[in-house]
């Protein structure tokens, strides 16, 4: 049964966490329901998967280390990156993304999605802003692009069933 779980499609859901007002939580939440339950598809979920990479001091601690303790808060959010980016190239089959303005304050979602289409792994995006404010770099790294996640629900159906 795991491994048949296993050849189902891993999603990796990218786009704000740091800067967001929930981390990015709500949206990242309701996509996996939809992706697990609607088409029976496996969820890399950052918000879920930070709790499982960090232990709980540095979890408390990483805000605290950003403004005091620089090489530790580094060392902990180096096996954020690694974790994320090994699950990446090495597992997942697409990547959803909303693209809003709190994204904007970041930089590992522009990195994933770099990562993601220079490793021919295709890029779904949610513009939660004016398409044309997006930068160009990022379109450039897109499969497909959508303007609400009802369009890329129906395209993942579409696509997937």
Request: proline share 5%.
């Given at each position: 049964?795991?491994?048949?779980?296993?050849k189902?499609?891993?999603a990796y859901?990218?786009?704000?966490?740091?800067?967001?007002?929930?981390?990015?939580a709500a949206?990242?939440?309701?996509?996996?329901a939809f992706?697990t339950?609607?088409?029976?598809?496996?969820?890399?979920?950052?918000?879920?998967?930070?709790?499982?990479i960090?232990?709980p001091?540095?979890r408390?601690?990483l805000?605290?280390w950003k403004?005091?303790?620089?090489?530790?808060?580094?060392?902990?959010v180096?096996?954020?990156?690694?974790?994320?980016?090994?699950?990446?190239?090495?597992?997942?089959?697409?990547?959803?993304?909303?693209?809003d303005?709190?994204?904007?304050?970041g930089?590992g979602?522009?990195?994933?999605?770099?990562?993601a289409?220079?490793?021919g792994?295709?890029?779904?995006?949610v513009?939660?802003?004016?398409?044309p404010?997006?930068?160009?770099?990022?379109?450039?790294?897109?499969?497909?692009?959508?303007?609400?996640?009802?369009e890329?629900?129906?395209?993942?159906?579409?696509?997937?069933?």
């Amino acid at each position: 049964m795991l491994d048949e779980a296993k050849k189902m499609p891993l999603a990796y859901l990218a786009g704000a966490m740091e800067h967001a007002p929930d981390r990015g939580a709500a949206w990242r939440a309701e996509m996996a329901a939809f992706l697990t339950h609607e088409l029976g598809h496996r969820v890399f979920n950052p918000c879920v998967e930070e709790l499982n990479i960090l232990r709980p001091e540095e979890r408390a601690q990483l805000s605290a280390w950003k403004r005091s303790d620089l090489p530790r808060f580094r060392e902990a959010v180096r096996k954020l990156i690694h974790t994320d980016l090994n699950t990446l190239l090495n597992e997942v089959d697409y990547v959803v993304c909303l693209w809003d303005r709190h994204v904007l304050r970041g930089g590992g979602t522009h990195g994933e999605l770099t990562m993601a289409h220079y490793h021919g792994i295709p890029v779904y995006l949610v513009a939660g802003m004016p398409i044309p404010e997006i930068s160009s770099w990022i379109l450039g790294c897109t499969t497909e692009v959508f303007t609400d996640f009802g369009e890329l629900k129906a395209y993942l159906r579409e696509r997937y069933r």
